[in-house]
């Protein structure tokens, strides 16, 4: 047989397999010094960032879609249900990576969302900004192997770049976007997407598809040094399930025919498992759908036709997704490594409501004129398709709107942490943010922070609380009452305190005036209280105020409603 013509999937078996060779080779001559190596006790870490995840896509979540890998691991670990991020991606992997908030970090704002009197001010350098430390630069400085495959999204410079902050070994997506099967870019301005090996430009490879080759090359990393004794840090960020919605055809079509009942069938068999799983309460009442979105029967067949098919292609790639880490699960199983590994799977944000046409005035053109987005074409190479905002509120349930917005369908995301031996497993309602996750994992490794200095250089503390305590059941809280934690992306405001939260969102999806939620009775956020509680709304605004002047943030009441995106979907109008 000539493997020369079998293929992409005969390719990466024949690697898999000479790989493995390889392994045993090496082993045969270094049992002796890999015993004695790996006397060092300290835990591997494997971060799993997705893009985009509605909060109830997983299955342990109460969806639909099979994902049997990361089931097993969150029943095996703590599963977060009030664990939060930015509303958009790099401010969230900026707090991810520094442990503080976005503004402090340098993502005040995304680079594409930023308006014009915050460009050039302290804290809106879009990028990864010298005046925090990345958590994996403290790993690394400790003695682990630290790898990165995936989307970094922080800068791309070359002093930016993963290399420089804290990874040995790195593949990245420069960008926040891009083809799933190529290099296309994610928008006509960036039409062709940039990636890196450390500091060098990368080529992808015939056979590419996004989260296959990502994983490939975490397990690759991990393989290349599991010999020299040294704990890693590995961190896979995913661009799935991100826009464009392409996967593998064999996904696509086990899929088939799942989502023709339309949206709200869907929507209420998820909050049945939810409450089923212990996820919300059978009190709850969520969040009705914006009266702005055609229900499923004022669809004409041709749009449900459609929609069922995008809704085939995202859960597609959710599929995948799980099947991914399923393998990445096997293979430190397979090498003794799992039961000293501990696991850290998150969204970097809300299920994703607006389309790639909706992200820059002229992109809806450039869309049309480069792709096919009819129907039978949507998940191939030539399309480039979302999924638009109802499905993304489904993705959100029981919550409130989705990605782009601080209402909790764009905050709240899925989240767990597994961690054999160190993590007492169940649900976990406790509140929790994106910014508690380096000073969770350090305190694992039993490495101290600096608080002011770093490598010479003057810098911001983590402000993030170690979880440590709450997950393995020696304290009840992360965060105690008393203490507020706050967002502002574009215009757009949370505070939480306690149970309580308060909102500033621009119409038409919130009032352009303050609202104020108990989470505890209303996580939907379906009952606005700010006139029922004056004294209490208030307070929170008294401690939006002092959010705004610790972080530096650049603020006025207009600018939400001066962004092109997630102001008005189109996305019924671009396939009627």
Known sequence: MDISKQGPGCDRFLRAVLAGMGVIVAASGAAGAEEAARQDP???????VADDLGYSDLGAFGGEIETPHLDELIGEGAQLLDFHSSPTCSPTRAMLMSGTDNH???LGNMAELLHDEQRGQPG???????RVVAFPELLQDAGYNTYISGKWHLGGQPEQLPVNRGFDKSTVLLAGAAGHFDDVGAN???????FREGSEEFTLPEDFFSTDFYTDRIIEYISEDEDDGKPFFAYLALTAPH???????????????????????????RID???????IGADITPWEF????????????SQRLREARLMEVYAAMVDNMDENIGRLVAHLKQTGEYDNTIFVFMSDNGAEGQDAEETSPDNADWIAEKFDNST????????????GPVWAAVGSTPLRMYKGFTYEGGIRVPAFITAPGRVEPGLRDQFATVMDIAPTLLDYAGVTPPEDTYKGRDIMPITGRSMVDMLSGEAEAVHDGDSHVGWELSGRIAIRQGDWKLVWSNAPHGTDDWELFDLSADPGESRDLAKAEPAKRDAMVALWDDYRERNGDIWSPDMAGRMFYSNASRHFELYP
């Open 42 to 48: 300290r835990p591997n870490i494997v971060l799993i």
């Open 290 to 301: 914006s009266a702005d979105w055609p229900s499923w029967q004022q669809l004409s067949d």
């Open 273 to 279: 498992r939810m409450q089923q799983l212990g996820i």
């Open 124 to 130: 809106y350098e879009t990028f990864l900004a010298d």
């Open 104 to 106: 402090v970090a340098g």
């Open 243 to 269: 826009w464009p919605l392409q996967a593998p055809q064999p996904y696509i079509d086990k899929y088939r025919g799942r989502y023709d009942a339309g949206y709200e069938a869907i929507r209420e068999a």
């Open 188 to 194: 006509v301005r960036v039409p062709v997407a940039s």
């Open 376 to 387: 039978d074409n949507i998940g191939t190479v030539t399309s480039f398709a979302g999924y």
